[in-house]
């Protein structure tokens, strides 16, 4: 923002944190017992071994890396119960809301703080990302994958590539579905590179994807078992319905896109980096990127519309947002 309106950044800062936490905790009293899939995850960490918990993945969407960082929880002594499963994943929740403003910072964002703060106020997010099951770590792995690549971008040292590919790594781990975010974000990293013409180094942006695609061989098998039962879940999308049930009923998109216009009003941004290695460039390829493969493998899927479908893709467009009208 303006270096004029300090005071104003913070109290507003202030005012959306203290929003965010109090919502975080009111999910954690007011959400209950574990739903039916959170109850498949907590079964799954508290299965006796290794193959019983591998027995299971046939069955469920996602690989096995949540509930086996539950299992090692428990093993650790975090009781297996639904107040403290319940309490974990707020935590998990919290870690993510603190991910993306980290992950903004280390590419140069002074004060990112509203837009990020704003989508983690959204109810969805609340409830699938403090929910137990995975979409708080796949998100948190999109977080970081993204801001390691735009740093890498930023800085072409060896150390951030490798942070990247760790990154993609466990952001495939956490979720299947996360492919298509890799598959976009190293694309986007070396389409901009070409066009700065930085020579045949473009195409170790190709690392991460490479590596997260090589770490999910040994998944094959429980990925093909569970394609086979995915057909009776055959749906036609219905984009109507789904704008009106959860863009303008369920979420805070309404409220987010007034502040939105309100902030590029008053926060014009003032960028100090270059436009071939800019994280504003980037961040505005992989957020429109990442809609546009979400919606066409939700037609090439055929799954229904489920709003958490399109989470990641929220997220990238709200970073997209504060590196582009924030002050950097």
């Given at each position: ?298 037609y090439a899927a055929g799954v229904p519309l489920f709003p958490r479908y399109f989470l990641q893709c929220a997220l990238l ?12």
């Amino acid at each position: 923002m303006k270096h004029d309106s300090p005071r104003v950044v913070w109290w507003l800062t202030i005012g959306l944190l203290a929003w965010v936490l109090v919502l975080h905790f009111r999910f954690k009293v007011s959400a209950g017992p574990l739903w039916r899939d959170e109850a498949q995850s907590a079964a799954q960490a508290s299965m006796p071994n290794w193959q019983a918990l591998e027995s299971t993945l046939d069955f469920d969407t996602f690989p096995p890396l949540f509930p086996t960082l539950l299992r090692a929880a428990s093993s650790a002594g975090l009781p297996l119960t639904d107040a403290s499963l319940r309490s974990t994943a707020v935590i998990l929740g919290l870690v993510l809301a603190a991910s993306v403003v980290a992950g903004l910072r280390l590419v140069g964002v002074r004060s990112p703080w509203v837009v990020p703060l704003l989508v983690m106020a959204d109810p969805l997010f609340i409830s699938e990302g403090d929910s137990v099951r995975p979409y708080g770590l796949a998100l948190t792995g999109v977080v970081w994958l993204w801001a390691l690549t735009a740093k890498y971008l930023m800085d072409p040292a060896a150390r951030w590539l490798a942070f990247a590919t760790i990154a993609a790594v466990f952001s495939v781990q956490a979720s299947y579905t996360n492919v298509l975010y890799v598959g976009v974000i190293g694309p986007c990293a070396l389409v901009l590179e070409v066009h700065a013409r930085r020579g045949w180094h473009v195409l170790l942006h190709l690392v991460p994807g490479t590596a997260a695609a090589l770490s999910l061989l040994p998944l094959a098998g429980h990925v093909s078992a569970a394609r086979a039962w995915l057909p009776v879940l055959r749906y036609a999308p219905d984009w109507r319905a789904f704008a009106e049930a959860y863009v303008f009923d369920q979420s805070a998109a309404r409220v987010i896109g007034w502040v939105v216009l309100v902030l590029l009003a008053i926060c014009p941004g003032q960028r100090r980096w270059g436009p071939e290695r800019s994280p504003g460039v980037f961040s505005i390829a992989v957020g429109l990127a990442a809609w546009a493969v979400q919606i066409g493998f939700v037609y090439a899927a055929g799954v229904p519309l489920f709003p958490r479908y399109f989470l990641q893709c929220a997220l990238l467009f709200g970073i997209l947002l504060e590196v582009n009208t924030m002050h950097a």
